[in-house]
């Protein structure tokens, strides 16, 4: 019997995960507070199989039986109950993250594996209220997830080795690779990735340099994929804000949100899911 993955929330990271999921053979029920934003997630990962048709890294036959293999629904309850793995992948909100994980766990099978995709809260902080929290752990996936190879597995204070190689095996048969970490603010991708881009983002807002020719320099220099302030767009520029916010405060000054980031997301540029950040995406 095939098995089966929920996701709960079908927003940028979401969406991906499930699609991932749904590449490699998983049965996969997408959860979203609404049936429309549900039908959203499932509309842009049938945007990035076509684009991946397109370029000849994905098979037609392998695009659609990847998206038959998506079902949705607007219960957690539902998409939880019979599913091997949860995922969650809602907005950075501690509180938003406690409610949905005790209402997953509370409907999950006793055996199941139970993940948070947070990038950069405390999975202890999560871990917490649950009633079995040796099965639960940090499944940190990146943006865009259907194209960057890494998973940070993030290991809380009371997670066992059994969820541990349970998740390594998981992130390998979607044909990733994994990294573990122990739970720490910011745990070791985000601390590195937001103080860069925050960097970068001081640097436009003293002048230094363009943005584009700020994320060219990494991108030649250091062989970054992507410059951090495109990145940042993709992301989303309110993600990177909460983000900061929460590693200034507990790590300190250093992560502490330059002025034009406050300024940009106040004006409701976020970045591309908004048409405009540091860059102009209204006819991406």
């Known amino acids: 019997m095939t098995e089966r993955v929920a996701v709960i929330g079908a927003g940028t990271m979401g969406h ?3 699609q991932v999921c749904a590449l490699a053979g ?24 076509d684009g991946a048709v397109a370029r000849g890294k994905v098979t037609a036959e392998a695009r659609d039986a990847a998206l038959a293999r998506v079902s949705t629904t607007t219960s957690v309850t539902e998409a939880v109950t019979g599913a091997a793995v949860t995922i969650e992948a809602v907005p950075e ?24 995709n947070t990038s950069s809260l405390r999975v202890a902080a999560m871990q917490g209220g649950l009633a079995n929290p040796a099965r639960f752990l940090g499944l940190h996936f990146f943006n865009p997830v ?3 190879p890494l998973v940070e597995i993030v290991r809380g204070p009371a997670t066992d080795d059994r969820a ?7 992130v390998a ?5 994994a990294v573990v970490v122990n739970d720490a603010p910011g745990f070791a991708t985000s601390r590195l990735g937001v103080l860069l881009g925050l960097e970068a983002i001081r640097m436009v807002e003293e002048g230094v340099a363009a943005p584009a020719d700020i994320d060219r320099a990494l991108e030649l220099g250091y062989r970054h994929p992507m410059g951090p302030l495109r990145l940042t767009d993709l992301v989303g520029l309110d993600v990177r804000l909460d983000i900061a916010r929460y ?12 002025h034009l980031l406050e300024e940009m997301v106040e004006a409701g540029k976020l970045g591309k899911k908004s048409g405009e950040g540091f860059y102009d995406w209204r006819d991406a």
Do not use: C, W
């Open 16 to 18: 991906g995960i499930a």
């Open 26 to 49: 998983y049965d996969v029920m997408l959860v979203d507070a609404s049936a429309d934003l549900a039908r959203r997630g499932v509309t842009r990962m049938r945007e990035n199989l």
């Open 93 to 116: 909100r501690l509180e938003l993250k406690q409610s949905v994980l005790r209402e997953a766990e509370s409907a999950a099978d006793p055996g199941a594996l139970l993940a948070t």
């Open 146 to 148: 259907h194209i960057n």
């Open 164 to 170: 541990v190689d349970r998740a390594r095996a998981l």
């Open 173 to 177: 048969r979607i044909g990733k690779e």
């Open 247 to 258: 590693l200034s405060r507990e790590l300190g000054e250093r992560f502490r949100p330059p």
